[in-house]
Structure formats: C-alpha cells, structure tokens
C-alpha cells in the first residue's frame, strides 16, 4: 500500500523569522504534509495559483495584503481550502472583519503541538467529505442565513446598552445560524478557553455582549436571510423542527453530563440543509425526487446523487469551524447512530432517538414532499445502554415538543 | 469863573464815580461850559440874588437829573442783574444736586466694584515694591487663603509667604511688571493653614505719579487645576500606552512564536543527535571488539544519520539557536524600550540622551507605523539635554503616531510604504528634532487648531484629540521650547521640535505634600 499523498500546507507571515520558525518545528512532519511559505500576501496568492492546497495558515497584520484580505480572496478562489489565522493580537474590530473569512484562529505564540493538532484535526475532516466540491461549498460558506425574527430581535436586544447576557443567548439559542456561528467563536482559540463551549449562555458570557455587538455590526457575519427564498424547504418549518430535536435531545440526556451538547447537536443536526438550500437548490431538488420516486430516506438520495448526505455536509462544515469532537460527529452520524460504536448514550444517541420521536413530518419542511423516515428503534436504546426505555423516551420527547410549540 | 469850572469837574468825577455811566460825565461837560453864561445872561437879566438863585436852581437842576438819571440807572442794572442771576442760581443748586446724587453714586459704584473685586477667589492687591507691603489686598484673603488682610501691610509680608525656592522667580516678576510687562507666574504660596498651594499671579505695573515702584495684580489658587491638568496628562499617557498595548502585545508575541518554534526543533534535534551518537558509540565498541568490520559499522552508521535527517539537523540547528536569540534579543529590546520609555514620574528633570529616547520610543511604536512607513533616522550629535524624560518621550510618541496616521491614511490601498524621517542636529543654543512624514499635508483650514486640545480629524474612537495638544504643552510650557509645523498639501508635514540645549526647565510643582513646612 502506498503511501497517502502528502497534503500541501501553505504558511504565510511577513516575518521571515516565523516562517523558519514554523519550518524546522514542523519538519518532523515533512513526510505526511507538504509545506510551503510565502512571506506576503501576493507571494501566498502566487503560491495559490501554482497549486492547490489543502490548507493555508496566515498571519492577520501583514503590509499590503493583510491576513484579512488574503483569506477573503482565498474564500472566493479557492474556496476549498481550509483557512486558519494565525494572528499575534487582535482586537474585537480584526475578530469581527476575521470571522467569515477564517475557519479557525490561532494566537501567537500557539503552545506547543496545538498548530499540530489543529492541522491534523482539519486535514482528518477530508475523510468526513472526501468530494472536493463538496468541501469547497462548505468552505465558501461564510455564515448561514439568520432567520428575520432572530436577526431583528437580536439587533434590538444589543443596541440597548442594558442588554443582558440570558437575553441575548436566548435569541442566538433559537437560531441555528447565530448559534453556529456563537459557538465557533467562542470554541475559537482566539478567546482561549480551556474547554469546549455548547452551551449558548456560557459561550455569550464569554465572548462577552461587546464582541457580540462587534460581530452584529460587522457585514458578512450575521446575515439576514429570506424568509422563503428556497423552493425545495422551508427555513422556518426546518427551524421550528432543529429547536424541537435540540429541546428532547436536551431532555433525553438530561441526566448525562451531555445535555449542553446533545442540545446544540439537536439544533444544528441538519445544518447540512441550510448550505443546500441556499447554494444547491437543483440538486437538492433532484434528491427529493429520487428519495420520494425510490421511497429511498432523503440522506442515501443525497449519497446517492451529491456524493455525501446534508449530515457529512454539516459536519464538515461544523469541523471546519473548530466546534467539539462529538458535536461534530453527532451532527454527521445522526441518521447513522450505529456506525459510530458508543457504549453511553450521548449527544449523538440523544439526537437520533429525539429525531426518531419528535414525529416533525418532513412535509411541511419540503413543500409538501414527503420522503420516507427513517429512524431508530427500541433495540437501539438497550444497545447504546440508555439510562431509560423507549416509552419513558417518548413521554419526554412529547413534553418537549410541546414546550416548544407553546413558545 | 474857576471855581465853577473846579466845581463842576468834582461833580462829574463824582458822577462818574458814582453811576460809572460816561453819558453823565458827557452831559455834566455839556452844561459846565454853558454855566457862565448863564451866569452872564442871568447878570444882564437880573439881580444878583436872583442870579445866584437861578444858579444855584440850576445845579440843583443838574443834580436832581443827575440822580434821577442814577436811580433809573440803578433800577435797571437791578433788574438786568437779578433778570441774570436767576438761572445762575439754579443752575448752581442743580449742581450741587447732582453733586451729592454722584458723589452717592461713586459711593455705591466703588462699594460694587469693591464687592465685586472681594467676592471672587481671585485675590486683587497692590504692592509698593520698595518697601514690600501690600497698599490694597482683597478682603476675601482672609478667607481663601486664611491670612488677614492686615499681615500684608506689614512689610515684606506678601514675598515671605512665597516659598523660599519659588522668591527668585517671583522677584522677577515684579521686577518685569514695573518694567511695564504683564506678567503670570506661578508660584508656591503659604497659606495661614502652614500649607503651599499653587497660586497663579497675573501681574502689571500700577502707574504712580509719586514714582513709587508700584505693581497690581490677581492671585488665583490652582492646585486643583495643576491637579486636574497633571491627571489629564497621565490619563493620555495611560491612553496611549492602552493603545500601544495591543501592538506591543504584536511585537512581543512574534519573537516568542519563532523562539517557541526553534526551541521545540532544538530539543526534538538534540534527542535525535543523541541517538545517533550511542549508535556511533555502540559501533565503534563493536568494531574495538572485533564484531563488527569498519565498513559495516560505517553502513550502519550512515542509515541511523539518514533516519533522523541528520544533514538536516547540522544545517539548521545552528541557525536555530542563532533565531532563538534574535527573537530574545528583539524581546529584550522591547521590554527594554518599555521601562526607558515610561521612566517612573520623574519630580526633578535630568540629563538625557534624545537620540536613545528617539530610538527607544520608536521600538515602542513600531507596530503603528510598520505595516504603512518605512522610518529613517538621521540622528546627529547632539548634547545631552536636562528634561523631563518620560515626558518628552510621551510628546515624541504622540508626534511620531500622528505622523503614522498620516501617512496610513494616504497609503490605505495604495502598496507603497510612505516614509518617516526623523532628524535630530543643533542649531546654535538650541536641539533640534525634526519630524517628517510623507502623508497628505494638514488642510489650510485646520492648520490652526491642530494644537487645540480635543482637536482631531480621525474617527471617535482612534484618538481623543490630545496627542499634539500635550506634545505641545509638555515641550513649550515644561521645557521652555517650541514646536512648529510645515504642510505641503499632497507632500507631507515636518514638526520641528527646538529645545534648548540647556532649558530652564519650569520647577515641578506638582506635589504640594511636598512643601509642607515642617
């Protein structure tokens, strides 16, 4: 067997000492990945055009070109590759310019082996989409569109200067986008947090309301979207149904200690949706009418068609943005819980019982489509050692939902 | 015949005397020479006793028309005079009215203007500088400053409540005010609570037609206003060292980045080298004790070198450490850079070196004008000058970001790096520091206010406006020199810095504890 071919890393500083630096630290690893530098923004850019690559590292205050501006035109030329900024400070006005641009931010001096491990955990998410165009519609993905009610409510709630830190969460928690993006950032190394944040009021307390203001006012974060432009679902039925899954998933780990993750997984589980719908209509159509003309479930239509289902594309994307391990992996295998081998119920198993329950039916997502469910069964419970049986499951998931309709 | 004419000249000179009217003078003369002949007539007419009588009805005549013409006279000139007289008088009592009205007036002006000069804390005297006593002094003394009025008649009261260190200098405003200057020095006063407060004196000279040397002034307590302006002070320079923060956190972080990274390929290196050296070693026994030939030990060595890229190790380990101490030496620099530039407050001024302070403040601001100016330094060899370091450093950071702005606001967009030089030479007494930038040049119509404080053209949040208005006040008022400026629209602006090589650098008053009297 042969082995893989190396992944091409580019780094980018105007300090000719970081780059030599970055050179004999990683050279140990000159055999798995391909490394090259480039001492300005036009040289990167050159450097780009030469070849692709999978991932580039890029310092943010650079004459001429800054970090800001090279990962912009990296988003829109090559939008798949991985993009990590690697900045020695920076205020809340450079976070809030970085973040659409940049999945992931390192700060310097980045302790050892953490620039490793982020490359490497970047590189792994090739295997979670290995379709080249796939990965480059996640990673032109900037942000995803808000819903209006959230955007508006969001926007009134920050301009009063006694804004509170539970208000303001509690609009981002009904949002899939505002959470995703709220959760990147603060999981970001830039806010230097020991452990990873899924829970929304945590993570606003800890970006603070000044950096969430930041990032309100800031083009290209937040982005306010249409309320129907989508002709294959419907955001806001898919909205209604992401903070259902995310409340019984919530209720169904309550007792664990990943009752924050199984949350934020249930809220973000078919974020895959949100990038079809707003970059692949067509084709997203045309699954919908596989999976309704087969009676295929919609996730193997989409294997079947697009290379990878709407739960890999989510994933990615989610991996992309540096969210936890099992967050990641909840939102990719929630429609294939048994592939993963989990001897406790966590958030991944939280999830597919929540979806398997909550009973949403897919109809009034797709306009009127209905596709085949499919879901988990009785004997999954036993196997994932659930600390309650299938009925006790139900009767939650049924006060949940009900919660969630009542508000 | 003689007798008549001596008669009648008595007559008219009493008349004359009498009415002062010529006209009666006149007709006295006229009849006087008539007289005898009447006399001669009246002889041929009649007897002699009636001449005599006739005569003497005939004087009598003169003289009744005489005085009823003096009665008439009189009576008119009565008249005339009381016709004339009578406005006079009540032109005089009106007068006299308004005498008393102004004189009540002045009275109550010169009460409000005196309560008005004793109600502010402004404490108004006047001081005869020959003897050194007060001739005037507010009444509010007592109560601003706790003495009473009357200490400062005593002589030379005034000039010992002026602290010993300050007298010099307070003499020579006196002397400059009689020599006709206005002039304001600030000086430390005792007050009757054995305490110094900063008191600011407006004074000039009190014209005397007595020629005494006499001088006027107001004195103003300005200790919280010296307070005020000295927190002021270290709130920019808080400000702007808040603001270099982040950017020193820049330059900090880069160095120990790279450092970070060759130590880390140091010591993975090292434990490689080592390997390979035991393996030397456990070939070379192997090879003493016959076991293995010279040629395979030379093998064996050989793959162990390659397997841990040894070639690759040699070549860069050296350059490694090399890095490493760059990177340190930059730390060092900065950390360096940081302590010269804050200096601790100084309280007397010292001796510095404005080309290291140049340099040292620079190093400091690197990070705001590396990625928009390239920086030229012509420094020349100058003296040392007596300043207050932390100070000028502060004005010099100002002038030097300012001019960064400058010149990032021509280069946004633009690839080329404009320039800053700085220059530092002497010209005759004085050191000069020149800072050029090649921005866009200062608008005609803001020229002048670039030094007020407050002013700024840049957007809320980027600076508070006090950069050049401290930059300005630290070098004029604290070292006696100036700072001026040359804009050419589109080619840039030159701020010129002049101290004196040796500037008689204002006393530092700002901690009254200090002048406690003991």
Redesign the interface.
């Known amino acids: 067997m042969s082995a893989p071919e190396p992944k091409q890393i580019l780094f980018v500083d105007d300090d000719p000492a970081i780059l030599s630096g970055l050179r004999v630290r990683l050279h140990r690893f000159d055999s798995r990945w391909a490394m090259y530098f480039a001492d300005s923004g036009a040289a990167a850019i050159d450097e780009l055009e030469r070849c692709d690559y999978d991932l580039i590292i890029a310092d943010v205050r650079m004459p001429g070109m800054d970090g800001v501006e090279l990962l912009r035109t990296v988003s829109e030329r090559w939008p798949d590759t991985i993009r990590i900024a690697l900045s020695g400070y920076a205020g809340e006005k450079q976070v809030a310019r970085l973040v659409p641009y940049a999945h992931q931010y390192l700060n310097k001096p980045c302790p050892s082996s953490q620039l490793e491990e982020l490359i490497a955990r970047c590189l792994r998410l090739h295997e979670l989409l290995p379709d080249p165009r796939l990965r480059a519609l996640a990673g032109s993905v900037r942000t995803l569109p808000v819903t209006i009610r959230a955007h508006t409510e969001l926007q009134a709630a920050l301009s009063q200067e006694s804004a509170g830190i539970a208000a303001v969460s509690g609009i981002i928690a009904s949002d899939t986008a505002l959470t995703a993006k709220t959760l990147q950032l603060a999981n970001s190394e830039f806010f230097r947090l020991a452990r990873r944040i899924t829970n929304v009021e945590q993570a606003v307390g800890h970006l603070g309301l000044g950096v969430m203001r930041a990032l309100a006012d800031s083009a290209g974060v937040f982005w306010r979207g249409a309320e129907h432009e989508s002709i294959t679902l419907r955001l806001d039925e898919l909205q209604q149904h992401a903070k259902t899954v995310a409340a019984a998933a919530r209720s169904l780990a309550r007792d664990t200690p990943h009752g924050d993750d199984a949350w934020a997984a249930g809220l973000l589980h078919d974020i895959g949706y949100w990038i079809l719908a707003r970059d692949r209509q067509p084709e997203l159509l045309r699954c919908l009418q596989l999976a309704v003309a087969e009676g295929l479930p919609l996730q193997e239509a989409e294997a079947r068609l697009l290379g990878a289902s709407h739960a890999q594309l989510g994933a990615y994307l989610l991996g992309l943005w540096g969210l936890p391990v099992g967050l990641v992996e909840a939102v990719a295998f929630h429609h294939a819980p048994e592939r993963v081998a989990q001897a406790q119920f966590g958030a991944l198993e939280a999830v597919a019982v929540a979806e398997s329950l909550c009973g949403t039916d897919d109809a009034e997502i797709f306009n009127g489509r209905s596709v085949p469910a499919s879901g988990v069964g009785t004997h999954y419970l036993k196997s994932v050692n659930a600390p309650f049986d299938w009925p006790e499951a139900a009767r939650r998931v049924e006060a949940s939902c009900r919660s969630v309709e009542a508000s | 015949m003689v007798l008549s004419a001596l008669w009648a000249a008595i007559v008219v000179l009493a008349l004359l005397a009498l009415y002062r009217d010529w006209r009666l003078g006149v007709l006295v003369c006229g009849i006087a020479p008539i007289a005898p002949y009447l006399h001669i007539t009246l002889s041929c007419a009649g007897s002699v006793m009636l001449r005599r009588d006739l005569e003497q009805d005939a004087w009598l005549l003169v003289e009744a028309a005489a005085l009823g013409l003096g009665c008439v006279r009189w009576t008119l000139l009565l008249r005339d005079y009381t016709r004339a007289v009578a406005p006079l008088e009540r032109q005089c009592s009106q007068g006299y009215q308004e005498v008393l009205e102004r004189t009540a007036q002045l009275e109550a002006s010169g009460e409000q203007y005196r309560a008005l000069l004793e109600s502010t804390s402004a404490v108004p005297w006047e001081l005869d500088d020959g003897t050194g006593a007060c001739t005037y002094i507010g009444a509010q003394v007592e109560r601003q400053w706790g003495w009473p009025a009357d200490r400062f008649r005593e002589d030379g009261f005034l000039f010992s409540c002026v602290h010993p260190d300050d007298r010099p200098a307070f003499a020579q405003a006196l002397e400059e005010a009689v020599a006709w200057q206005d002039v304001t020095i600030d000086c430390r006063f005792l007050f009757a609570s054995n305490r110094y407060s900063n008191v600011r004196s407006f004074v000039r000279h009190a014209p005397d037609a007595r020629e005494r040397r006499r001088v006027r002034g107001f004195s103003i307590d300005v200790t919280v206003q010296k307070k005020l302006e000295l927190e002021l002070h270290q709130a920019q320079r808080l400000e702007s060292v808040g603001r270099l923060a ?2 020193i ?3 900090i ?10 130590c ?2 140091l010591k ?1 290196g090292l434990g490689e080298v080592r390997t390979v050296l035991e393996r030397y070693r456990e070939a070379l026994r192997a090879v003493a004790a016959g076991s293995l030939s010279a040629g395979e030990a030379l093998e064996r060595s050989l793959a162990e070198e390659q397997a841990c ?1 040894l070639g ?1 190790l040699c070549e ?1 380990m050296p ?2 450490v090399e ?1 490493s101490l ?2 340190l030496e930059r730390v060092a620099k900065i950390v360096r850079s940081m302590k010269e530039f804050s200096h601790p407050n100084q309280d007397a001024p010292s001796s510095a070196d404005l080309n290291a302070a140049i340099l040292s403040t620079l190093t400091i601001a690197r ?1 705001e004008y ?3 100016a390239e920086v030229e330094t012509r420094l020349g060899d100058i003296p040392a000058v007596i300043c207050y370091a932390s100070e000028l450093n502060q004005a010099l950071l100002n002038i030097i970001v300012n001019a960064a702005h400058a010149v990032s606001e021509r280069a946004a967009g633009a ?1 080329r ?1 404009g320039l800053i030089t700085i220059t530092t030479a002497v010209d005759g007494g004085e050191v000069v520091i020149s800072v050029a930038d090649t921005g866009a040049g200062i608008p005609q119509e803001i020229q002048d206010k670039i030094f007020d404080p407050f002013f700024t053209t840049k957007e809320v949040g980027k600076g508070s406006g006090q950069g050049l208005a401290i930059a300005r006040s630290v070098i004029v008022e604290r070292h006696g020199g100036s700072l001026t400026f040359e804009t050419e629209q589109g080619r840039g602006t030159v701020f010129v810095i002049r101290l004196p090589a040796t500037p008689s650098v204002e006393t530092d008053t700002d901690a009254p504890e200090q002048g406690l009297l003991m």
């Open positions: 982040a950017g956190a820049h330059e972080n880069t160095p120990v980045q790279f450092i970070s990274d060759n880390h390929f993975d890229d690759f860069n350059t490694a890095r760059e990177g990070n590396k990625y928009v690839d790096k």
